[in-house]
């Protein structure tokens, strides 16, 4: 018997029938079209189409218990972002991007970019989505076409991530690049000034959750996932995850909106009743002295819900009202908020209250008490030889004129 006939027995054996043809295994299941999930539409370019998904929102309409739209001016913000004048809030674009990575550069593109803007009292989102990278350059032009007249972007970390991204894809694409001139409103600076201290991690998801009350749906992508289950479409056409992704973005746009009208109406009147945890209050008086609204900032400080504070922060609140009146020349009222913010241990007081009563009072006496209590106190070796240098200097002065003493 030859080998072959061996095989075949063994073959048989195992249940392997030759010559008989066996169908291939069916895969687990069919890609998903991207058409079939999202309900985006097509829209023309001069540089071909590009898919995008476009919802309207009553200018009302409240995400989480904040409203989109800005019930006051926003004219403080606008300040804050170092604007030459206030935009009109029809000319704000309220932008975010989801990419192929975190690590931007060329090789990093924005596969979809979220706008939002107020239109005729609807906030309009426009979602520009990349299928393949050929349609980048439809993408760009109809992204232009939509934020045509912008004289502000409002983002969220924008200054560092998207904005460099798109200006350097306009680049590339050899188009010009329609936010050029335009304010850049980058909120995660100013979230941080005023929630960092409470919450810690001022992520947008956070801010969400703690600021503006609104939770995401199960439906939503975590951020992270995001870029692999792009390249999985692109490689499968499988669109199973791309209006999570979708919904993701869009959630970020109107989170934008929301929290742009609450900052807008915060520096605009910090004491609305919504606003009512006395750090966040205490953060906010701050900010208002680098706008230089100091009588505003100084009655925030002077607020009693600022007298609800624990220590270290009800000690900052009194420092912080004590160098608005110095600045002002007040200094009796200072050395009042001195002497208040010194019985609860305050080093900087004390310092404050020896000089006071040295240049101004003439009490060197008074000065050495001031200077050997925050001795006591210090801490820190950088302050601790001025303090002495300040403390010999009293002390030769005591002795001038009371030379018996040295006697």
């Known amino acids: 018997m030859s080998d072959w006939s061996n095989l075949s027995d063994r073959l048989k054996r195992l249940g392997v029938q030759l010559g008989i043809s066996q169908p291939m295994p069916e895969k687990a299941g069919k890609a998903k079209p991207l058409e079939e999930l999202v309900p985006g539409r097509n829209l023309e ?23 989109l739209k800005p019930l006051t001016a926003h004219d403080w913000l606008a300040q804050w972002a170092k604007a030459p004048s206030t935009p009109e809030l029809e000319s704000l674009v309220f932008l975010d991007t989801e990419t192929t990575g975190l690590s931007g550069g060329t090789g990093t593109l924005p596969f979809m970019i979220g706008a939002g803007r107020f239109i005729e009292n609807q906030f309009v989102v426009e979602q520009f989505f990349v299928r393949n990278p050929a349609e980048e350059t439809a ?26 991204i798109i200006n350097t894809r306009y680049i590339m694409q050899r188009l010009s690049n329609p936010f050029t001139a335009a304010t850049h409103f980058d909120l995660l600076h100013f979230t941080r000034r005023i929630w960092k201290s409470r919450l ?9 959750t703690h600021v503006l009350g609104f939770e995401r749906e199960q439906a939503d992508i975590p951020g992270y996932l995001v870029p692999d289950f792009y390249r999985e479409f692109l490689f499968t056409g499988d669109a199973t995850h791309m209006p999570g992704i979708f919904y993701h973005n869009e959630v970020d ?10 900052l807008a109406a915060i ?14 209050l205490l953060s906010v008086g701050r900010v208002l002295e680098t706008l230089e609204r100091e009588q505003l900032a100084d009655q925030v400080y002077s607020s009693e ?19 608005i009146q110095k600045r002002k020349g007040n200094l009796e009222e200072a050395s009042k908020l001195w002497q208040e913010a010194a019985t609860t241990g305050s080093m900087e007081a004390l310092i404050e209250l020896a000089k006071y009563f040295e240049h101004k009072l003439r009490d060197n006496d ?7 209590q925050a001795l006591s106190l210090c801490s820190e070796d950088s302050v601790i030889p001025a ?3 300040r403390k010999a200097r009293l002390e030769a002065k005591f002795l001038k004129i009371n030379p018996e003493i040295d006697q």
């Open 253 to 262: 746009v109107l989170s934008l909106s929301a929290l742009f009208s609450w």
């Open 366 to 372: 008074a000065a050495l008490r001031c200077t050997d």
């Open 200 to 208: 810690g991690q001022c992520n947008l998801g956070n801010i969400e």
């Open 387 to 389: 303090l002495m240098h």
């Open 45 to 67: 370019t001069i540089y071909g189409e590009i898919f995008s998904l476009n919802h309207a929102y009553p200018g009302d309409l409240h995400h989480g218990h904040l409203p």
């Open 267 to 280: 520096l605009e009147d910090p004491s609305d009743d919504r606003f009512t945890d006395p750090g966040d």
């Open 139 to 164: 993408q760009l032009a109809a992204l232009s076409e939509f934020v045509e007249g912008v004289e502000g972007i409002v983002t969220y970390n924008g200054k560092s991530f998207d904005m460099p």
């Open 305 to 323: 819900r600022l007298q609800q504070l624990e220590e270290p922060d009800r000690q900052k609140s009194l420092l912080l009202r004590a160098r």
